[in-house]
């Protein structure tokens, strides 16, 4: 069936190539070794072009252009090991001091945000929280009514502590209402 199949195939090659007729197989006998072969033909020629397919092969294949390739194999290369080799102390201070002043700065820390900003996010907060201590009163009643002590009273410290917090919380949402109303 493949053999059918790869000659079917060979068939269709020469006869959209432009020859009728296929070429003869290639003797397989020493009795055929006589017989005329025919020369490969000879392979096109690209036309000659200054267009690199590199960058925009690195691109569709890769995601990344040389530029982050680069700079990728910057950050990655190894550094010289360091261990075990002994260096005078002048040249390790000049390569650590060297290495502190190529460290990027501290990140800044970000804005808190408008008021409207943060009032969502306090909100958000508090709905994290009501849901916490629902789970915390249904594990304190699980615990009263299956009689484990340890566990109730391990859920009443938790549940005594995130009450605490509610307060402040609403307290703190209050007063991001106030200074979001203006707005």
């Known amino acids: 069936m493949i053999g059918a199949l790869a000659l079917a195939g060979l068939a269709l090659f020469w006869r959209f190539r432009g020859n009728d007729a296929p070429p003869p197989l290639a003797p397989t006998s020493p009795a055929d070794a006589g017989a005329p072969t025919f020369a490969e033909?000879?392979?096109?020629?690209?036309?000659?072009?200054?267009?690199?397919?590199?960058?925009?092969?690195?691109?569709?294949?890769?995601?990344?252009?040389?530029?982050?390739?680069?700079?990728?194999?910057?950050?990655?290369?190894?550094?010289?090991?360091?261990?075990?080799?002994?260096?005078?102390?002048?040249?390790?201070?000049?390569r650590m001091e060297a290495a502190a002043a190529a460290a990027a700065a501290e990140p800044v820390a970000r804005a808190p945000g408008t008021p409207a900003q943060q009032l969502r996010q306090a909100t958000f907060w508090r709905g994290l929280l009501d849901s916490r201590l629902d789970a915390m009163r249904e594990a304190l009643r699980e615990a009263e009514a299956s009689g484990d002590a340890q566990a109730a009273e391990r859920s009443r410290r938790l549940l005594a502590r995130l009450e605490g917090q509610r307060p402040a919380l609403d307290e703190r949402i209050e007063a991001l209402r106030r200074e979001a109303e203006p707005e």
Do not use: H
């Not at 294949?61 to 080799?85: F, H, K, N």
């Open 41 to 94: 033909p000879t392979p096109l020629e690209a036309p000659t072009t200054t267009y690199d397919p590199e960058p925009l092969a690195r691109l569709l294949l890769d995601g990344s252009t040389a530029a982050e390739a680069e700079q990728a194999a910057a950050i990655y290369a190894p550094e010289p090991p360091t261990r075990g080799v002994e260096e005078p102390e002048e040249v390790a201070r000049e």
